[in-house]
């Protein structure tokens, strides 16, 4: 059963950074595209950022530019490096596959932004 463990959130001052985690579990993290998504008190899920197999990082636009996605095939690990943080940023952050069919999902990691 693929797990997500998702971790390195917190409180932060608007401009301030931060860099989450996500341990995937199984080969499906070899075998897949990755993402973060996130969502917002309220509102839907949406997706964030992608880092493929191989090929192009994607990213929302709004994050074009402040984010930056990464993955070590070794630690089976992902990462979202955030910077210059806005309070719309605050949400639950999620990893998982890209996309994310039927997998179910970690508990998240809370970012919250504010001063």
């Known amino acids: 059963q693929v797990q997500f463990v998702e971790s390195g959130g917190g409180l932060v001052q608007p401009g301030g950074s931060l860099r989450l985690s996500c341990k995937a579990s199984g080969s499906i993290f070899r075998n897949n595209a990755m993402g973060w998504y996130r969502q917002a008190p309220g509102k839907e899920r949406e997706w964030v950022a992608t880092i493929p197999r191989f090929g192009d990082l994607a990213y929302l636009h709004t994050m074009k530019g402040r984010f930056i996605i990464s993955r070590d095939f070794d630690k089976s690990t992902i990462y979202l490096q955030m910077n210059s943080l806005k309070p719309e940023d605050t949400a639950l952050y999620y990893c998982?596959?890209?996309?994310?069919?039927?997998?179910?999902w970690g508990r998240g990691t809370q970012v919250t932004v504010s001063s």
């Open positions: 998982n596959t890209v996309p994310y069919g039927s997998n179910a």
